[in-house]
């Protein structure tokens, strides 16, 4: 194995194996909720503390590696460089890891300042160490951008031809310096994961000061501004990391191919202001806000839909419609994966819009829609992502039989385990409740059952990643 | 009025229109294949209606739905105009809410919501247990949320931010009469 | 190097300098809003003349830029701890002390940016100014 792939299994692996984890502490939240087990608060809210923060971070670990393997094909990239930003994040992981089991830390993922310091029924070592965890996580994920920045600076002709500017309004741009669109996807990922990353170093130097010593205080409109736009775009940037690789199997499964154009460049510059300030809509319920900002925020989030549906998705589309597209577990699970963005991102348009948020935010509406894009849409780009690798490496794929099974029992359990969320939220079924009111436990009930057909078909998903993996290398790297 | 019930049927049928496209496109790959040259040029064709629906869409639905932002007025003044508003205090606390016990039927209040602690949410659910309003309940700060109840009953406030693990069991209520 | 742009990176670099000594001669009282800002403004001197005085070569990829790059914009927001402004207001010389690092760690981050790749030192230099102006909002802040 070339010392590229190494590193892009190295992430990957550790991606799922987080995943599976943390989708084990979900099932068994959701069987509480249903009232089939009783944990207690205590550990429910730990496991949702460690749940949120793993999954993020899983999906994060899958699509770094993912974009960083693309960009290595492209050119000179650092093995080294890209194994330091994992050990980091690693370490993060295993530092919030232990300031939940078995620190305790339950604050939520979202540490919303003042809540990891008061009332704590935890040390406050767990505190400090969940703390450094989280800025472990932030600085492992910046050095990652610094480095991807820095690949596409160089190698498209610095800021100008990386964006894709020089295309747009150069007319003599040369075309082989003319990024590819996962180069686009990867410059835009990376100048909005570093001012992501610069703002959790800041909150969270902000909040160890605090730890360290209390008479430091924290304006706690300021924290909640600077936390969300730290977790928002560093989830939402998990989804655009991904799509670098749904533009290069996407051509490759369909034979046809995918050009980076004026528009494709112009709806990432798009995407990046949206990303950065589409993260007011988490307070649109502060109504001491500067009113602007929440206008700003709905604006931002309403229109995000455009580089997402008219440029990404329809691309995709295009490229499928009336192909001789190869439909294996590969590309079932990279155009699956468009379709659960594009469903999550219709519960998300409809949250955003203030008037409906003002009934459904906080409500199970918020896990509803951003589990359907999460698990939906970057957890099946991942899956998309192994099986083209294993799919190329093999020359094989699966037994037409053997996609029906996984296509009934993964997406159909999911599409149960979704509507669990969507049902109760828009029941103004609140979110984040260890117990909840009708009709929640009934919800999650049906909840539970989707989960674990889900998890079922995900076994045989990997059972058969695991045969493709051991059959001999037709196409050795 | 508790719009909740209402947004599922929309997205349900938003969601099954996106997917059965979606479908259709893959079903596609079933007719005997076109070389791109002449799928693209139409696609193209076709975004850029779908490009103009959508954004003059979106921004018209900002621009109509407006008045039903629940923010109060801006100005102070709009408010003391109102010489008939009710004004009340919440504070919330980990684990519970000082609230009054009764409030009036038909008239404008306007809620005036802070914490002595860490950030909670003070969410209102009408007697068929609909949330009708909410709005955070933050340290340092005071939000102020109008609302007029024209269903009277019993009416139950519940936590909507997760304030530490009683956070669940974080309500109380008041009547409406 | 164009001499216009070598006799800029000196004069700023200089003007930053005599910056970061003001405490010696004022003790004027300062909120902590007020010093994040003050900081912010050092480190955009800092910033700016890493940016004039750095070589405009392609850039090494070295690993070492790279953790200058990442680590000091850390290690800047831990400088501004607010609760040590009050010792600093009464030690000038400890106070010119953490002016001086700051003030380093922003020249560093810049040029070593410049050095990992040329227009990272652009960011990186962009953004730890935005930290101390971010901080300002809320670090040791309450209304």
Request: proline share 5%.
């Amino acid at each position: 194995m070339t010392s590229a792939r190494r590193v892009l299994w190295i992430y990957l692996l550790t991606g799922i194996a987080v995943f599976t984890l943390m989708m084990l502490l979900g099932i068994a939240m959701r069987a509480e909720q249903a009232r089939w087990v009783a944990f207690g608060p205590q550990i429910f809210y730990a496991m949702l503390t460690l749940h949120g923060g793993g999954m993020i971070t899983s999906v994060a670990l899958c699509g770094m590696g993912g974009l960083w393997y693309l960009m290595r094909r492209e050119g000179e990239l650092s093995a080294r460089a890209a194994l330091a930003a994992y050990a980091l994040v690693v370490l993060g992981v295993v530092a919030v890891l232990l300031s939940v089991f078995p620190g305790g830390f339950a604050a939520g993922w979202t540490f919303l300042y003042p809540l990891p310091f008061v009332g704590a029924t935890w040390a406050s070592w767990a505190t400090g160490t969940f703390l450094i965890g989280i800025m472990l996580v932030s600085l492992g994920w910046t050095a990652w951008c610094f480095q991807i920045l820095a690949f596409t600076l160089t190698r498209y002709g610095g800021w100008g031809g990386a964006s894709g500017w020089n295309l747009v309004f150069k007319r003599d741009a040369e075309p082989h310096a003319v990024p590819p669109p996962q180069s686009i996807a990867a410059f835009v990922v990376a100048v909005d994961g570093i001012l992501t990353g610069m703002a959790g170093m800041t909150i969270g130097t902000a909040l160890i000061a605090h730890w360290l010593s209390p008479s430091v205080l924290i304006d706690p409109l300021w924290a909640k501004n600077v936390t969300f736009f730290f977790g928002h775009a560093f989830a939402n940037l998990t989804i655009y990391m991904a799509l670098g690789w749904v533009y290069v199997g996407m051509a490759r499964y369909t034979g046809r191919e995918y050009h980076t154009t004026k528009i494709l460049a112009i709806a990432w510059w798009a995407t990046l202001i949206f990303v950065a300030v589409a993260y007011f809509h988490h307070l649109y319920m502060d109504f001491v806000q500067y009113r602007p900002l929440q206008y700003v925020g709905e604006i931002a989030s309403y229109l995000s839909a455009i580089p997402a549906t008219a440029v990404s998705v329809w691309g995709s589309m295009l490229l499928v419609y009336r192909s001789r597209m190869r439909w294996t577990l590969g590309s079932i699970f990279l155009f699956t994966g468009l379709i659960g963005w594009v469903v999550g991102g219709i519960g998300a348009l409809l949250d955003a819009s203030i008037p409906l948020n003002f009934d459904l935010h906080n409500t199970l509406w918020v896990p509803a829609h951003f589990h359907t894009y999460l698990l939906g849409g970057v957890f099946l780009f991942a899956l998309g992502l192994i099986y083209m690798q294993l799919e190329e490496r093999s020359g094989r794929c699966s037994p037409p039989l053997l996609r029906w099974v996984v296509g009934l029992t993964t997406f159909g359990g999911m599409a149960v385990f979704l509507l669990g969320f969507y049902v109760a939220g828009a029941n103004g079924v609140p979110r984040r409740y260890a117990l909840e009111p009708s009709p929640g436990p009934l919800t999650a009930s049906w909840a539970t059952v989707g989960a674990l057909l889900l998890l079922l078909g995900l076994l045989v998903v990997l059972i058969e990643a695991i045969r493709l993996a051991r059959l001999p290398a037709e196409n050795p790297a | 009025m508790a719009k909740g019930p209402l947004v599922l049927p929309v997205f349900l049928v938003l969601a099954a229109a996106a997917m059965a496209v979606m479908l259709l496109v893959a079903l596609s790959t079933r007719l005997s294949p076109l070389p791109y040259s002449q799928v693209q040029p139409n696609g193209y064709k076709l975004r850029r209606w779908w490009f103009v629906i959508l954004s003059v869409g979106l921004v018209a639905i900002f621009a109509v739905t407006l008045p039903w932002f629940p923010y109060p007025p801006l100005r102070a003044a709009a408010h003391a105009a109102k010489n008939d508003t009710l004004y009340v205090k919440i504070t919330a606390q980990q684990y519970g809410f000082t609230m009054p016990s009764v409030l009036p039927l038909d008239r404008r209040i306007v809620f005036e919501v802070t914490s002595l602690d860490v950030n909670h949410g003070f969410g209102i659910y009408d007697p068929r247990g609909q949330i009708v309003a909410q709005v955070q309940a933050m340290p340092d700060y005071v939000n102020h949320l109008p609302v007029t109840f024209t269903r009277a009953g019993r009416y139950t406030v519940r936590c909507l931010e997760y304030c530490g693990i009683g956070h669940a069991s974080m309500q109380g209520g008041f009547d409406v009469r | 190097m164009s001499p216009l742009r070598r006799i800029a990176a000196y004069l700023i670099g200089a003007l930053t300098l005599a910056g970061a000594l003001a405490p010696l001669v004022s003790n004027e009282d300062v909120s902590i809003p007020e010093h994040h800002l003050l900081h912010a403004v050092l480190l955009a001197g800092a910033v700016t003349t890493a940016l004039l005085a750095s070589p405009d070569t392609a850039g090494d990829r070295n690993g070492a830029w790279l953790v200058a790059v990442v680590g000091s914009p850390l290690l800047v927001m831990f400088l501004m701890w607010p609760s040590s402004y009050a010792y600093l207001d009464a030690h000038p010389i400890a106070h010119v002390g953490d002016h001086l690092s700051i003030a380093l760690l922003g020249f560093l981050c810049t040029w070593s940016g410049q050095r990992y790749a040329r227009g990272i030192g652009w960011i990186g230099g962009v953004a730890t100014v935005s930290m101390a102006v971010l901080a300002a909002g809320g670090f040791g802040v309450v209304r």
